[in-house]
């Protein structure tokens, strides 16, 4: 399956990286799926990618690690903290 990630803020700037088009393994199913998947990458990734300090949104709507994810999603990934 191909999905777009995005990402924001702190989790962007420590991976080094705005975006990315990746084929994803067929187990990865849901959010929570995709961010273990992602923090096996390395110990940068799994300490950025922790679910304490991402927040998360599919197609723009933000969700918990539970929402299921599909082909051609656009998952963003970035810091549950802003100003404002």
């Known amino acids: 399956m191909k999905i777009r990630i995005l990402y924001f803020g702190r989790p962007g700037e ?33 300490q950025e990618l922790t679910e304490a300090r991402v927040r998360c949104a599919v197609n723009q709507e933000f969700t918990d690690g539970g929402a299921a994810i599909k082909t051609g999603d656009e998952i963003a990934l970035f810091s549950p903290i802003s100003g404002g």
Do not use: Q
């Open 14 to 46: 420590k991976l080094g990286l705005s975006e990315e088009n990746v084929e994803v393994p067929a187990d990865v199913t849901s959010v929570g799926t995709l961010l273990g998947w992602l923090r096996k990458r390395g110990p940068d990734w799994a």
